[in-house]
Each structure stands twice: as C-alpha cells, then as structure tokens.
C-alpha cells in the first residue's frame, strides 16, 4: 500500500465561509502534523449559483499558499446527479466543483453516490415509508423499481459526462459509500459496497473511482446484517 501522507477534513459545518476560522484550523493542522486536508467548496463559500466565485477563490488560495499541505476536495453534500428537476443546480454545481478542484491542484474530488431519496426528502419533512419487511433487509431501493432503473441509467451517464470533464482537469471523482438511515432503507446504492462496485464498473470511466468511508460501510452492515467484507 502506498500511503502518501496523512489527511484531516476541514469540516464545512465549522468554517462556514470564514476564511478567518479556516486558518485558525490549518495552523493547528500543520502544528500536530498532518500533510492532507480535505476541503469544501460549500464550506468555504467558493460556490454561488452553481457558478465557481472567482474572488472568494483568489482569496482562499491566497491563504492556501501559507501552508505545505497537499488537498482533497469533498463536494457539497446535497449534490445528487439522479435529481431530475432541470432547475436543480446539480450538475452546474458538480461542474464548480471539479473547477474548483483542479484550482486548488488537488487531485480528488469526492461525490456522495447519487440518491434515490434525496435526504432533504426525508430528514426535513415528514414522509410514508414502506414497513420494514417490505425491504427484507437488502438493499431494495424506495422508489419502486421501474423508477431506481432510470435514476441508475441517469446517474450512470452523467457520471461518466463528469468523468470527461474531470479528466481534462486531471481529476478523479471519488464516489463515496452511503451511510444508512433508520427511516429510509435503500434511499441510496452506495449503502452497498456491491451495488457501489457495479455502478464504478457499468460507468467505466477512468477518472471515475470511489471512496471507501469504514465508518458508513460498518453502519450499512449492521444495519441490514450483511457481511461486511462481502459488501
């Protein structure tokens, strides 16, 4: 294994857009020692309307220069390429995002697999599911099958259209394993490691790989009892 270094995420929630509390941050990263940190476009306000903000950007890298660390990006959290709404931001969005990226000289952009359910849908409002023996504890998606089939073949080709546009940024899109909810079994394929793999393999672009987090693959597995070194 070729480790290269030792990373920390510069969580989005707590910097908030303040470039101020972003190097309070940095300067203890580079104090205890770590070489990587992992940043948000959303947490440092570098995204406005799905356009990149130039200004907030010169800015941020501005303050980036003060220190040695090398860069991972993470999306923002809502982004979602199975969202149909044209109105949506999603893919202008995703676009700022690998932008930002490769402005950054960072080599990763992580992506949360693409959700049949947005959270939004169901951890703001309040929502029928199915009993819980409906989903025999596997993961069998909500909405009914005919409708996954099309998010699956939407979120598959514009996987692959980021893909391209990562690829002349010198950029590889990490696409992350879900974390499970209690009230929402299957609002997500990347709960499983396997229908994860599947969906890297059926894009079949190289700058399309994944991110393993331990931490989500664990909950998944205990909570739909699967194994968790068989996905």
Known sequence: MNIQGIAINADAGLIDGDLEVLGRELDYYRDIGFTHVELS???VGAIRGGVLNQERLRELKTLLARYP????VHGPNPLNLMNADPDTLDRPA?????????????????????RYLAEEDF??????????EDFLLSPQ???????REVLWE????LLYQMGEIAARHGVTI?????????????YCYGESLVLLARM????????????????????????YGWNLYDG
């Open 154 to 157: 939407r979120e598959k080709a």
């Open 141 to 147: 998606p909500y909405p009914h099958a005919e409708k």
């Open 200 to 223: 890297i393999r059926e894009v079949g672009h190289c700058s399309v790989g994944a991110t393993l987090d331990i931490g989500h693959a664990y909950l998944a597995a205990r909570r």
């Open 69 to 72: 660390f090398r860069y991972a």
């Open 41 to 43: 476009p959303h947490g």
């Open 174 to 186: 990490a696409v992350e394993n879900a974390r499970p909810y209690l009230n929402a079994p299957g």
């Open 123 to 132: 951890l703001l409002s309040p929502q029928p599911y199915p009993h819980e």
């Open 94 to 114: 995703f676009i700022a995002s690998l932008e930002f990226t490769a402005a950054l000289d960072a080599e990763v952009m992580v992506y949360h697999a693409g």
